[in-house]
């Protein structure tokens, strides 16, 4: 017995002196992991810790949908030779399901939407864009809701049915020169663009929603002067936009439009900015701007991604949420609120309010 008790008793020490180093080290590692993390919790709930609070990180830094442009369109009327959303396909979601991806979108931190394509008028002769305005003001309270359109379709009675609703209107106009709209591909028989617009914006004024206008600068209108057009019109902005290329759109072997021919530099654009800095409504977007700074949905409700030259789908908010898919925008807030992108129109006042 005396020589198994002497044999035993160094396996006896040695297997508690590992327990005891074993308690130590724990010991050690729980109170460095607290230090760590600033508080003092167990071990165990360390790591679930650690994960909870980078969840919450990220849902403080997640983008918040402030303001989205909706293309629920591709389809359009006019055939401008630059332009850079073009007709791939001639899908427009069920009613419902656009009014389902409008309350996400609100869900989300949406306060303002601006409705495009294509030609938003186009689609069941605008009945289908004014019930989605309806939605996002009378339902939804939204504090801003928009429209870019090329103004071919826009009739009287739309304002009368749909106008109180609406707080922006945007009208394309590139030039105030019927020949040259007629080179750009703005333009629809012998129907006079600026005529046009002339008619929407007095309806604009009537019904008291704010008139804007949105020209696309390029090889041939690059040395016109609008500004006294623009003056005489008064437009709440004028957005002046550098002719942008994206591939599969109006560029490469997959694109619709060529738009090669109408692309200016960077100092012709600048020349023509400079030749119009006495109009006081001028808001100039260059290509960085338009790829960075716009939230753009398409006719999926797919947020895209312009940043590479090119439109980057993500997935679908119907389907996987708009904290998602948002991910996936390659949408720059800084450089949105540095465009001066949050202002509402008030109808009451007829003046822009930041």
């Not at 180093?21 to 460095?32: C, D, G, Q, Y």
């Not at 928009?146 to 749909?162: A, C």
């Not at 750009?184 to 604009?204: A, E, V």
Request: aromatic share 10%; proline share 3%; charged share 25%.
């Amino acid at each position: 017995m005396k020589t198994s008790y002497l044999i035993a008793s160094p396996m006896l020490l040695l297997q508690l002196c590992i327990s005891n180093l074993h308690h130590i080290f724990t010991s050690v590692f729980s109170k460095v992991a607290n230090w760590t993390l600033g508080v003092c919790i167990p071990l165990t709930s360390s790591v679930s810790q650690l994960h909870k609070e980078d969840d919450q990180s990220k849902d403080k830094n997640a983008t918040a949908p402030t303001s989205v442009n909706y293309h629920f369109t591709r389809q359009c009327n006019y055939k401008c030779g630059f332009c850079f959303h073009t007709a791939k396909t001639s899908f427009v979601l069920p009613l419902d399901e656009a009014k389902r991806g409008l309350k996400l979108l609100k869900e989300s931190g949406m306060e303002k939407i601006n409705f495009s394509g294509g030609e938003p008028f186009l689609h069941d002769k605008g009945d289908f864009l004014g019930e989605l305005v309806q939605c996002c003001k009378q339902d939804l309270q939204l504090p801003s809701v928009s429209i870019v359109s090329n103004g071919s379709m826009i009739k009287e009675k739309w304002f009368q049915k749909y106008g109180e609703d609406l707080d922006i209107l945007a009208v394309s106009c590139d030039s105030f020169d019927e020949a040259t709209n007629q080179l750009i591909g703005r333009t629809q028989g012998r129907k006079s663009h600026i005529d046009n617009l002339h008619k929407i914006r007095n309806w604009c004024q009537q019904y008291k929603v704010a008139f804007k206008i949105n020209s696309v600068i390029n090889t041939f209108n690059i040395d016109e002067d609008m500004t006294e057009n623009i003056l005489q019109l008064n437009p709440v902005r004028w957005k002046v936009f550098q002719c942008l290329l994206i591939d599969g759109e109006n560029a490469g072997d997959e694109a619709l439009r060529e738009a090669e021919r109408f692309v200016i530099s960077e100092e012709m654009f600048q020349e023509f900015l400079d030749r119009h800095s006495s109009v006081p409504c001028l808001v100039p977007e260059s290509n960085e701007k338009m790829r960075n700074s716009y939230l753009i949905l398409d006719e999926y409700m797919r947020f895209l991604d312009c940043r590479e030259g090119r439109k980057d789908p993500s997935k679908s908010i119907l389907d996987v949420g708009v904290k998602e898919a948002i991910c996936f925008s390659g949408f720059d807030e800084k450089m949105f609120k540095e465009r001066g992108g949050k202002y509402v129109w008030s109808k009451a006042d007829m003046k822009l309010e930041w």
